[in-house]
C-alpha cells in the first residue's frame, strides 16, 4: 500500500529565510510525485510534479524540490521564502503502472512572518 | 481553478438531513474524484469515477453516495448527515493520459449540526 510522510506539521520561519519542506512515500513500484499548495481560504493548487527524467524539478514561484530514489524522498524547497508563501503544502504519490490512487500526506502548515 | 466548480461552496445542514455536493468540469478529463479534508489528516479519498460507467469506493466511502451523471459531473451524496462529517470537500479531476495529475475545484465547506 502506499503512504506519504511528512515529518513536519507546522514550519514558522521569516521572510528570506531558506525553506525545506521533508516528503518520504512509501511504494513498491515507479511512482509520479508532486507537490500541491493550498493558500488560506483556497484550494489545492499543483505546484510542482516529477515523471521521470532531471530528478530536480523546478516549479512555480521559485519552489523547486529534488527526488532521491534511493531515499524515497521528494523534498520541497526554496532559496528564500516570502509572506505570500503562507500556506499548506501537500505532498503526494501515485503509482505509474495502472492505476493507483493518489496518496496525499498529512500537510504541513507554513507560517512565514514579514 | 475554474475549470472545476464545485457547489455549493459553504453549507450548514442538521443531523440526519440528506445533502448533496455538485462538482462540474470543463478540462474535459475521464476521471473524478471526491476527497475531504480535515485538519492535521490531510485529503482522503471517498469516492473516485473512471469514467460514467465506473465507480469505485475509496478509503472512506461509508456514509457516502455518488453519481456520475455526465462525463462532466460528479455529484456526492450524504445519505443521513452526521456531525463528523463536518469538514472540507473536494472534488478533482485527472486526466489518465497525462500522468493523473488532479485538478482541484474550490471546495465545500460543509457544517453538520
Known amino acids: 500500500a502506499q503512504s506519504v510522510s511528512q515529518h513536519n506539521h507546522h514550519v514558522i520561519l521569516s521572510e528570506a529565510a531558506s525553506l525545506e519542506l521533508g516528503c518520504n512515500y512509501s511504494?513498491?513500484?515507479?511512482?509520479?510525485l508532486f507537490w500541491y499548495v493550498q493558500y488560506p481560504g483556497q484550494h489545492l493548487q499543483l505546484l510542482l510534479k516529477?515523471?521521470?527524467?532531471?530528478?530536480l524539478v523546478k516549479g512555480i514561484k521559485g519552489f523547486e524540490a529534488e527526488f532521491i530514489k534511493s531515499k524515497f524522498s521528494f523534498n520541497l524547497r526554496k532559496p528564500s521564502v516570502q509572506w505570500s508563501d503562507t500556506a499548506e503544502y501537500f505532498c503526494?504519490?501515485?503509482?505509474?503502472?495502472?492505476?493507483?490512487?493518489?496518496?496525499f500526506g498529512s500537510g504541513t502548515k507554513l507560517n512565514v512572518k514579514p | 481553478d475554474a475549470d472545476v466548480t464545485q457547489t455549493p461552496r459553504n453549507r450548514i445542514t442538521k443531523t440526519g438531513k440528506r445533502i448533496m455536493l455538485e462538482c462540474s468540469q470543463t478540462?474535459?478529463?475521464?476521471?473524478m474524484y471526491w476527497y475531504r479534508q480535515d485538519p492535521g489528516l490531510g485529503l482522503r479519498l471517498i469516492y473516485y469515477?473512471?469514467?460514467?460507467?465506473?465507480?469505485n469506493k475509496g478509503e472512506i466511502s461509508d456514509g457516502y453516495s455518488v453519481s456520475r451523471q455526465a462525463q462532466a459531473k460528479f455529484s456526492l451524496s450524504l445519505e443521513s448527515a452526521i456531525p463528523n462529517q463536518t469538514a472540507l470537500y473536494f472534488c478533482?479531476?485527472?486526466?489518465?493520459?497525462?500522468?493523473?495529475?488532479?485538478?482541484f475545484g474550490p471546495g465545500t465547506r460543509l457544517l453538520v449540526l
Open positions: 469515477s473512471f469514467d460514467v460507467k465506473d465507480i
Open positions: 478540462k474535459g478529463h475521464d476521471r
Open positions: 478533482a479531476t485527472s486526466d489518465h493520459s497525462r500522468g493523473e495529475t488532479q485538478y
Open positions: 503526494a504519490v501515485n503509482g505509474q503502472n495502472g492505476f493507483n490512487k493518489f496518496c
Open positions: 511504494y513498491g513500484g515507479t511512482v509520479n
Open positions: 516529477y515523471f521521470s527524467g532531471d530528478p
